[in-house]
Each structure stands twice: as structure tokens, then as C-alpha cells.
């Protein structure tokens, strides 16, 4: 093979190395999962959703470490590559003094000289040393679409959960707005009752009392309001503060969760991936380090033209090619490239602990969250039965009221109390639904209900 065909091979190994890794570049990919979320059909929230994934920060910023991690992979690529260039001179050359070759001298003389080389070389990888780079930065491309997915995950959970907070809240405000007007009437009415005599003054203040503690815990409720829609615009992106608007806390769906979870939906989470990948891509850099102990072996290669007037450089005498291989190995380096592959085994060992710390700690988590989703809907459905129970003790109250059998005071009572009961079953309704998007998020943003099912039918 002539050295223009061994320089023309290499600028085509070039060119068409870049072609085929621009074609075979991983497109986006969606971590949103709405099938999950239309699983709480509440249409606000899915709309929110759709407009946290175009403006929050955190996503855009995961988004663009993505592209950086793909970006570095390019520059591995490159390390695999030949390098062809062109290296061009033009000089003036001035000899003050004779030049001496043997028996022959010659004078002192000026003229110009034109050098218009393409250079070419090419490090052959014999023991794999540029391959495993390469192979360790498409693992830190994985890591970083695991990060960006864990994002994804943890930023619209989180959105979630403010959500229904959000709903919960405004519902509790409503019912406490109801309750400070009836405690208000039963203060004023206690009042009365003791003007005639018929009650002791503790009684009318333990009742002025508890219509102010009504009007703190209010008060402490808007201020969570607010502080949840502060939350909520943020991660929605929000330049400008906008009202949230969210479902009615009845219209809020549930779904029962599964009684157990095996222990393979560890393997969804993010974090047990990005620590897999971690362990393989610490394997890669220590194959690299013991690599570059070793010697390099580099061919290069010239062609181009060189010569001393403009008019002619291009001329069939001012052709000019060289072409060889180039051996290199560093023999003392003062202990740097072990240092360098020591230090590449003892980052494999610290991966491998990570790794087995995330598998325990993804275990507990799915767990913990199992657990209590369990534990909150038990509550959920205990504190229907109250609810119910003190309904229908309000009804009967009601009919009491309706026939002269009970007074008006002790009739306000029995609908106080019936609100306050309500509070415990609006709270652990929501507390429930929450806990069902931390199982989800423990699990890795998989719909665990589906999943489960498929399990079982299998």
C-alpha cells in the first residue's frame, strides 16, 4: 500500500467514524409516566405536570448534564480516531556565515521556503486502553440519564405532594371558617346563658378560648397555603406568582396498594442503577490505567508539498510523503501511572461498597414506604367509619333539634363536633394518597399497581 492510499484510508476512517456515531445516538428519553398519574384523575394535576417538565430548573439542568455526558463520549470517540491535520509553513530563511558539508561550502545566503503538509497518525490500541475510556464515559453517560431521571421522578412526586397538601389545606381552611362561625355563635350564646344565670363566666371563657385557638389554627393553615403555592410556583417554573388552582378534596381519587412487593423492584430505582453502572464504568478505568503501563504504538504519516518559490510549490519536484510507526513506552514516570491504577482499583472497591449500601437502602425504603401506605390506609378507612358514625349521631341530633328535644347551643355542639371529626378523615385521606407517590417514588416512578397485578396473574 502506497503512502498517499495509507493516508487517504485514514481521513475515510475519520469522516466516516463520525457519520455512524452521529446516526447511532440515543434519542431522549421520557421519564414522566403519565399512565401513573392519570391514575388520581384529577385533571389540574396532569396539566400542572405537563407544565413542570417544559419549565422546572432541575429537569432543564439534568437535561443539559445529559448532553455534557453525551459530549464527553463524543471526545472518547475521538481518542479512537486519526488524527489528520494540516501543519503549513512559510519562512525566510537568513545565513550569515558559510556552511560547511565536508570539502564543500557554501556561502552565506537568503531565500524563502513553503512547507504544505497533511499530517496523519494513528495510535494503534493494542491492549484496549483507549476502548476502555471509552466504554467508562458511555457509563457516565448512562449515570447521568439515571440523575436526570431520578429527577424527574423526585420533582414531580414532590409537586404531588404539594398538590394534595395544597387540597387538604383549602379544605380544612373551609371547614375551619365554618367552625369559627359556629364557635363564635356558641361563645355569644354561652354568654347570654350566663347573664340569665344559668352557667358559671369559666364556661363562657373555656368557649371564647376555644374560638381563638380556632382562629390561630386558621390562621396557621392560610399561612401553609401559602408557603405550598410559593413551593408549587417555583417548581413549576413561575417568574411571577400565580394562583394555584387545585381539585376538590372529593373528587380526590384512591387506589389500594398491594399487600407486598417483591424485592426486584429495587432494580427500577435510580440510584441502584446509577451505582450498577458506577461498579462497571470503576472496571473500565482500571483496565485503562493497567493499559497505559504499558507501551503505545503510533503510526503516522505525511504527504504534501514543499518548496521555495510561490509560483512553483505545486510542482512535480516539491512533492513531498513520509510514513512510520513510532513506539513509545514511558519506563519512569516516578511512580505517577501506578499511582494512577492503584487509584483506579481503590475507586472500584469504594464503587462496590456504594453499590451494596444502595441495595440495603433501597430495600428499607420500599419497604418503609410499603408499610406505611398499609398503615395509612387503615387510617384512611378508620377515619371514614368515624365520620360516619358522627353523622349519623348529628342526624339524630337534627331530629332532636327539629322536634324541640334538644337546645340550640347543645344542637351548634353537635355540628362543632362533627367538623372537628371531619378533620381527622380529610387529613388521613390525603396522608394516604401521599403515601402512594412515595411508594411510587420508592420503587422508581414504576406503576407498582399494574405491575404487581401482571405478577400475580403470571
Request: charged share 25%; net charge negative.
Amino acid at each position: 500500500m502506497t503512502i498517499e492510499n495509507i493516508i487517504k484510508l485514514l481521513l475515510t476512517l475519520a469522516l466516516t467514524s463520525n457519520i455512524i456515531f452521529a446516526k447511532t445516538a440515543t434519542p431522549p428519553v421520557d421519564y414522566v409516566n403519565m399512565a401513573w398519574w392519570n391514575k388520581y384523575q384529577d385533571e389540574q394535576l396532569a396539566g400542572y405536570i405537563e407544565k413542570l417538565v417544559v419549565n422546572n430548573q432541575d429537569i432543564k439542568i439534568a437535561n443539559i448534564r445529559t448532553k455534557e455526558a453525551q459530549e464527553a463520549v463524543k471526545l472518547a470517540t475521538a481518542d479512537q480516531l486519526p488524527y489528520i491535520g494540516f501543519n503549513g509553513s512559510a519562512q525566510r530563511v537568513f545565513h550569515s556565515s558559510d556552511l560547511q558539508f565536508g570539502a564543500m561550502s557554501i556561502p552565506s545566503y537568503k531565500q524563502s521556503e513553503f512547507v504544505l503538509p497533511l499530517n496523519a497518525s494513528y495510535e494503534i490500541d493494542l491492549w484496549g486502553k483507549n476502548l476502555n475510556k471509552k466504554r467508562a464515559s458511555k457509563k457516565s453517560l448512562e449515570i447521568a440519564k439515571e440523575d436526570e431521571r431520578g429527577i424527574y421522578i423526585s420533582t414531580i412526586s414532590d409537586f404531588a405532594v404539594n398538590y394534595f397538601n395544597l387540597i387538604k389545606t383549602k379544605k380544612l381552611i373551609s371547614n375551619y371558617t365554618k367552625m369559627i362561625e359556629l364557635q363564635a355563635k356558641i361563645a355569644e350564646m354561652t354568654e347570654y346563658k350566663h347573664n340569665w344565670g344559668l352557667c358559671g363566666y369559666t364556661e363562657v371563657l373555656t368557649e371564647k378560648q376555644a374560638l381563638t385557638q380556632l382562629k390561630t389554627h386558621l390562621n396557621n393553615l392560610k399561612e401553609f397555603e401559602d408557603i405550598l403555592e410559593n413551593q408549587i410556583n417555583v417548581i413549576l417554573g413561575s417568574r411571577t406568582p400565580e394562583e394555584i388552582v387545585v381539585g376538590k378534596w372529593e373528587d380526590v381519587s384512591t387506589f389500594e396498594v398491594p399487600s407486598e412487593l417483591n424485592g426486584t423492584y429495587i432494580q427500577y430505582r435510580p440510584d441502584y442503577q446509577k451505582m450498577q453502572k458506577n461498579v462497571e464504568k470503576q472496571g473500565f478505568n482500571v483496565k485503562a490505567a493497567r493499559a497505559n503501563l504499558l507501551p503505545t504504538f503510533t503510526i503516522f504519516g505525511s504527504l504534501g508539498y514543499s518548496g521555495y518559490q510561490t509560483s512553483r510549490i505545486f510542482g512535480p519536484n516539491t512533492f513531498m510523503s513520509s510514513a512510520g510507526i513510532a513506539p513509545n513506552w514511558d519506563i519512569f514516570t516516578g511512580g505517577a501511572k501506578m499511582a494512577v491504577f492503584r487509584l483506579g482499583k481503590l475507586g472500584l472497591k469504594e464503587a462496590i461498597e456504594q453499590y451494596e449500601k444502595v441495595v440495603l437502602t433501597s430495600m428499607q425504603e420500599i419497604n418503609d414506604a410499603l408499610t406505611s401506605a398499609k398503615l395509612m390506609h387503615e387510617n384512611y378507612l378508620n377515619g371514614k367509619d368515624i365520620f360516619k358514625n358522627e353523622q349519623h349521631k348529628f342526624d339524630l341530633a337534627t331530629k332532636k333539634f327539629d322536634i324541640g328535644a334538644m337546645s340550640e347551643l347543645d344542637y351548634l355542639n353537635a355540628e362543632r363536633i362533627m367538623l372537628q371529626v371531619e378533620e381527622a378523615e380529610i387529613s388521613s385521606k390525603i396522608d394516604y394518597v401521599v403515601s402512594t407517590i412515595n411508594l411510587y417514588k420508592a420503587v422508581g416512578g414504576v406503576d407498582y399497581i399494574t405491575s404487581n397485578q401482571k405478577e400475580e396473574n403470571v
